[in-house]
């Protein structure tokens, strides 16, 4: 181990030790490979921490099987509104998209409220994350660690090497980021590889975002406005809107001036500052 790894890792046992709250911290576990390292990290450090995997029931199956087979002890946080499909089917907005992403806030943002967390955000993910430093604040101003926020990928494999740190073993195929099957706001090449990877997740989009236009595109809002979905003609073409983000050829005036019904691609600091509620210090 050379002399930057250690200084990192140093670096990153004072910060727990630190910041380690009485009751002990609330660690947010994913499952991907920087969950996996700051949870090797807490117990190195010796604080006392409860790790929470928030279950989405869209991430890859192999991820979850990773996570029941080498993380028992990890509890689940099942999400309030039940399986994420069946919530877009029926919920009284648009299916998740780029620019409005409510999903995020409902299945990946529970648990953890008045506790300090640790979570894996590292600066080198995103031009977004780069705003993060090793404390920060969230929405409810509860305290934000950040152990591996100044880490590098490379860093982040060389720790997991010379701890011997298992991994899911999507990463072995080539997966560089795990989550959500179908994330919107993953490129749109990303989603196309997943759903070819896992074509049941396709299938079980196109039902639920369907379902979501047959619910919602012929009745009024409380105020007697229709919803968006009455923009769209048929439930195929707010499929395909949604699949390839071109919007119908029949689209005009102020649904062009929409973020709803544009193709513009908000950048990544923009769209996670307004969704994640995360407060930056300067």
């Given at each position: 181990m050379n002399n930057s790894m250690k200084d990192l890792i140093s670096r990153a046992i004072q910060l727990l030790k630190e910041h380690e709250p009485q009751e002990g911290y609330y660690l947010a576990f994913s499952g991907g490979k920087d969950s996996?390292?700051?949870?090797?990290?807490?117990?190195?450090?010796?604080?006392?921490f409860d790790a929470?995997?928030?279950?989405?029931?869209?991430?890859?199956?192999?991820?979850?099987r990773f996570i029941k087979q080498h993380h028992a002890d990890v509890k689940w946080n099942q999400p309030r509104h039940g399986a994420m499909m069946a919530?877009?089917?029926?919920?009284?907005?648009?299916?998740?998209?780029?620019?409005?992403?409510?999903?995020?806030?409902?299945?990946?943002?529970?648990g953890g409220?008045?506790?300090?967390?640790?979570?894996?955000?590292?600066?080198?993910?995103?031009?977004?994350?780069?705003?993060?430093?090793?404390?920060?604040?969230?929405?409810?101003?509860?305290?934000?660690?950040?152990p591996i926020v100044d880490w590098s990928d490379d860093q982040v494999w060389q720790f997991i090497k010379e701890h011997a740190v298992l991994y899911c073993s999507l990463y072995d195929e080539g997966w560089t980021r795990l989550g959500c099957v179908g994330c919107p706001l993953a490129k749109k090449e990303n989603q196309?590889?997943?759903?070819?990877?896992?074509?049941?997740?396709?299938?079980?989009?196109?039902?639920?975002?369907?379902?979501?236009?047959?619910?919602?595109h012929s009745k009024p809002k409380r105020n007697g406005e229709p919803y968006y979905h009455a923009k769209f003609k048929t439930a195929e073409d707010l499929w395909q809107w949604w699949l390839t983000a071109k919007r119908p050829?029949?689209?005009?005036?102020?649904?062009?001036?929409?973020?709803?019904?544009?193709n513009e691609d908000l950048s990544d600091l923009q769209l996670e500052l307004n969704w994640s509620g995360i407060k930056i210090d300067e």
């Open positions: 996996c390292v700051i949870k090797k990290l807490a117990q190195l450090s010796r604080v006392k929470w995997y928030n279950n989405t029931t869209i991430d890859p199956p192999e991820l979850v919530r877009v089917a029926i919920k009284p907005s648009l299916p998740p998209t780029r620019s409005v992403r409510w999903c995020c806030s409902e299945y990946k943002e529970q409220k008045n506790r300090v967390k640790i979570v894996g955000v590292r600066a080198a993910e995103s031009n977004a994350r780069r705003k993060w430093k090793a404390i920060s604040e969230d929405g409810n101003e509860d305290k934000i660690v950040c196309e590889r997943e759903f070819a990877r896992w074509p049941r997740y396709k299938v079980n989009w196109e039902r639920a975002i369907k379902a979501n236009w047959e619910r919602h050829d029949y689209f005009r005036g102020d649904c062009q001036s929409m973020h709803h019904f544009t």
